[in-house]
């Protein structure tokens, strides 16, 4: 009866090793590139290239254990599914909680981005092309994921191609800054590692995307090789694509520019004599903010059927399309808030608690991967370790309102996950 109610729960197979690669460079070469280096610089000047090779470092780690857990319980759900079978029910549920409500807000701070870019000034008309942004994106996943996937492999092209702008820009028609790179001019203190891994913590917010390749792992064919194959190789191109990006940014207006500049990227072409095309970045970014914010709506609608399959979430959101095989019902609920938060919520200081959100999310994905053994595809024991701490280091070195915010949103969850238990308990 109740599955006549709910419907199929099990997801097609459909995503091949170039799918799930070109997933997660939708997710993480976003709206993220084109505004990360701003706030990285001010944290920390020109070593904001140190930040991000920590970043890339942690993220290494956890793309490794997401990829020995995702190959090993290719279900929807990702860390939320690993912590409650290697850990326990409550990390597991706590993994979930935190990927939910962080990345719901990062969607709707993804739609914002794509209304500011496309209406610049217009407060009112760049909320409403959020909106509409949303409603768009979930009705084209609402019919399938393969329509998703060629999508998503559209945006990337067009985001490197925006790219290739920026860095061509900044080489061929910006002067040149050789001093920029410099990581400490002025001598090394504790003020300036303090910076690093402030810049790191949110230079990690634009590596994030991997792990949708893992949330997706329900879809993918044959996940126990696709899925450690395909996250490396994402992460890889990407880190490849920033630190270019990084260097040639630096390069024509240096750090001082990129940390006064909203709009970084847009900043670097404009200081050449190809300020002309300053508007072709600024349709670029808007287009990478789209395929971020398609990538997410994927992600966060999969944990929430897994936690709905869980009965930690209503169950009703555990049902998937009998034509088109996507969660439908958790799409659309995802979308609702998405679209209520767009039209109430100033976010552009969200970004913070959803980036200790999930680092929180991977510090339960490397505790989990710690716990393999020698014949479940274990790791080697340094890298969980080394990202358990990266994680709690990066997530705790963010702005204090983030730490606050962040870890407040994580106390919420367990709060409702115990009265949950206790009202099952005593009903």
Same mark, same amino acid.
């Given at each position: 009866?109740?599955?006549?109610?709910? &419907?199929?729960?099990?997801? +097609?197979?459909?995503?091949?090793? /170039?799918?799930?690669?070109?997933?997660?460079?939708?997710?993480?070469?976003?709206?993220?590139?084109?505004?990360?280096?701003? #706030?990285?610089?001010?944290?920390?000047?020109?070593?904001?290239?140190?930040?991000?090779?920590?970043?890339? *470092? *942690?993220?290494?780690?956890?793309?490794?254990?997401?990829?020995?857990?995702?190959?090993?319980?290719?279900?929807?759900?990702?860390?939320?599914?690993?912590?409650?079978?290697?850990?326990?029910?409550?990390?597991?549920?706590?993994?979930?909680?935190?990927?939910?409500?962080?990345?719901? $807000?990062?969607?709707?701070?993804?739609?914002?981005?794509?209304?500011?870019?496309?209406?610049?000034?217009?407060?009112?008309? +760049?909320?409403?092309?959020?909106?509409?942004?949303?409603?768009?994106?979930?009705?084209?996943?609402?019919?399938?994921?393969?329509?998703?996937?060629?999508?998503?492999?559209?945006?990337?092209?067009?985001?490197?191609?925006?790219?290739?702008?920026?860095?061509?820009?900044?080489?061929?028609?910006?002067?040149?800054?050789?001093?920029?790179?410099? /990581?400490?001019?002025?001598?090394?203190?504790?003020?300036? /590692?303090?910076?690093?891994?402030?810049?790191?913590?949110?230079?990690?917010?634009?590596?994030?995307?991997?792990?949708?390749?893992?949330?997706?792992?329900?879809?993918?064919?044959?996940?126990?090789?696709?899925?450690?194959?395909?996250?490396?190789?994402?992460? &890889?191109?990407?880190?490849?694509?920033?630190?270019?990006?990084?260097?040639?940014?630096?390069?024509?207006?240096?750090?001082?520019?990129?940390?006064?500049?909203?709009?970084?990227?847009?900043?670097?072409?404009?200081? &050449?004599?190809?300020?002309?095309?300053?508007?072709?970045?600024?349709?670029?970014?808007?287009?990478?903010?789209?395929? $971020?914010?398609?990538?997410?709506?994927?992600?966060?609608?999969?944990?929430?059927?897994?936690?709905?399959?869980?009965?930690?979430?209503?169950?009703?959101?555990?049902?998937?399309?009998?034509?088109?095989?996507?969660?439908?019902?958790?799409?659309?609920?995802?979308?609702?808030?998405?679209?209520?938060?767009?039209?109430?919520?100033?976010?552009?200081?969200?970004?913070?608690?959803? +980036?200790?959100?999930?680092?929180?999310?991977?510090?339960?994905?490397?505790?989990?991967?710690?716990?393999?053994?020698?014949?479940?595809?274990? #790791?080697?024991?340094?890298?969980?370790?080394?990202?358990?701490?990266?994680?709690?280091?990066?997530?705790?070195?963010? #702005?204090?309102?983030? *730490?606050?915010?962040?870890?407040?949103?994580?106390?919420?969850?367990?709060?409702?996950?115990?009265?949950?238990?206790?009202?099952?308990?005593?009903?």
């Amino acid at each position: 009866m109740a599955g006549s109610v709910l &419907g199929p729960t099990s997801l +097609s197979r459909r995503l091949g090793l /170039l799918d799930a690669v070109v997933v997660g460079l939708g997710s993480m070469m976003g709206a993220g590139v084109f505004a990360a280096f701003g #706030p990285a610089a001010r944290s920390a000047g020109s070593a904001l290239l140190l930040g991000l090779a920590v970043a890339a *470092v *942690v993220a290494y780690c956890n793309a490794t254990s997401s990829a020995r857990l995702a190959a090993l319980y290719p279900e929807s759900g990702g860390t939320y599914v690993y912590g409650r079978r290697r850990l326990g029910d409550f990390w597991g549920y706590l993994a979930g909680w935190g990927f939910v409500v962080g990345k719901t $807000s990062s969607c709707a701070a993804m739609a914002l981005t794509v209304g500011v870019y496309l209406a610049p000034g217009h407060p009112w008309l +760049s909320r409403v092309l959020a909106v509409a942004a949303v409603v768009a994106l979930t009705v084209l996943s609402y019919h399938g994921i393969q329509k998703t996937a060629w999508l998503t492999r559209l945006v990337v092209v067009l985001t490197l191609l925006t790219l290739a702008l920026v860095v061509s820009a900044a080489l061929l028609a910006a002067p040149a800054r050789p001093g920029a790179l410099a /990581l400490f001019p002025d001598g090394f203190s504790a003020a300036d /590692l303090h910076g690093v891994l402030q810049a790191s913590g949110l230079l990690f917010f634009a590596f994030a995307g991997y792990a949708r390749i893992a949330t997706l792992g329900e879809e993918v064919r044959d996940p126990q090789r696709t899925i450690p194959r395909a996250i490396p190789l994402a992460l &890889g191109i990407t880190l490849v694509i920033y630190a270019v990006v990084a260097v040639s940014a630096l390069l024509a207006v240096g750090p001082d520019g990129l940390a006064a500049a909203g709009a970084p990227l847009r900043a670097v072409v404009e200081a &050449g004599s190809w300020a002309a095309a300053a508007p072709l970045v600024q349709a670029g970014a808007a287009v990478a903010a789209l395929g $971020s914010l398609l990538a997410l709506v994927l992600g966060v609608s999969r944990t929430t059927l897994a936690m709905a399959r869980d009965r930690h979430l209503p169950a009703g959101l555990a049902a998937v399309h009998p034509r088109h095989q996507v969660p439908h019902r958790a799409e659309l609920a995802v979308a609702a808030v998405v679209v209520v938060l767009v039209c109430a919520v100033d976010l552009r200081e969200a970004i913070g608690f959803s +980036s200790f959100a999930v680092l929180a999310y991977y510090a339960v994905a490397n505790a989990s991967a710690a716990t393999l053994g020698p014949d479940e595809g274990r #790791p080697p024991r340094v890298v969980p370790v080394l990202g358990l701490l990266g994680c709690l280091v990066l997530a705790f070195t963010l #702005p204090m309102g983030s *730490v606050v915010a962040g870890a407040g949103v994580l106390v919420v969850g367990a709060l409702v996950r115990l009265v949950r238990r206790r009202t099952v308990a005593t009903g």
